[in-house]
């Protein structure tokens, strides 16, 4: 597997001394091409590292996929074209298996995906909003405020790749009622971490992820909304703002979004009736 920091030279510049010349840890990124039976399906860019759970947690968000049998083999191959060159880790050719979902073409969907956008390229609105195999809104979970109030520190504590770059963001699932830590994972994208849970989920044949609280770093966009619903996520939680559109689709699903988590205080645009 591909590194997940690398060494840079910089210089460190302080107001009164002299510049100082050291290392510093970067925070890697890297494309990886997803392949379905050897043909090009998307790229995006990513923190090398849980490939396999980004890759069915993408076909997830994307409707393609909703049981662990629907991918039946994941493996690595080399660079572009496959032509015998050393493995670089950044293709990964996926199997489905019998019963995923007919997956749209290249000329009806743009999949091309950048580490600061989930959705980046598609074409209208109509075409993102995938409809979801599961009934969020029906999702009778309840949780307390102050369990939820502890979950950015515990996302904090478990970045052990923030700690020395400082420059990934993180996703983690909990337990609703126990608060249990489900899974985290870090990726220098955002929609990238959350992809890497909800493919965890997928591979242990999790879904729908009923009863949990998808707590991420970050503001909560309109990609990480709807990759939530499509994992029958019931309540997503974040440190900083959503955007309008992300409380749109909350509301008409009928998922708890919770915005500026921060201290003892929250912010709740959609069904409040689930904080207790």
Known sequence: ????????????????????RRPDLLAVEE???????GKPLTVTM???????????????????????????????????GTGGEQNSYNVLDVALGEGAAAVVTQAERNYYTTSACGVCGKTSIDAIETSSSFDVAGDDVVVAAELLVT??????????????????????????ATGELLVLREDIGRHNAVDKVIGWAAMHDRLP????????????????????????????AAVSAPSSLAAELAARSGLTLI????????NIYTRADRVR
């Open 209 to 236: 992820l009923r009863g949990t609280v998808l707590q991420v770093s970050g503001r909560a966009g309109f990609e990480i909304v709807q990759k939530a619903v499509m994992a029958g996520i019931p309540t997503l």
């Open 46 to 80: 990513r923190t090398p590292g849980h490939d396999v759970e980004l890759a069915s947690g993408f076909l997830v968000s994307e409707g393609v996929v909703t049981r662990a049998e629907h991918v039946v083999a994941a493996i690595h191959c080399g660079g572009p």
């Open 31 to 37: 494309p990886l091409e997803i392949r379905l039976s």
């Open 259 to 266: 915005g500026f988590l921060r201290g003892e205080s929250m």
């Open 151 to 176: 979950l950015p520190d515990r996302l904090r504590t478990g970045q052990r790749v923030f700690d020395t770059t400082g420059g990934l963001h993180a996703a983690a699932l909990f337990d609703a």
């Open 1 to 20: 597997m591909g590194r997940i920091t690398a060494r840079w030279p910089v210089t460190r510049r302080r107001l009164g001394s002299e510049p100082d």
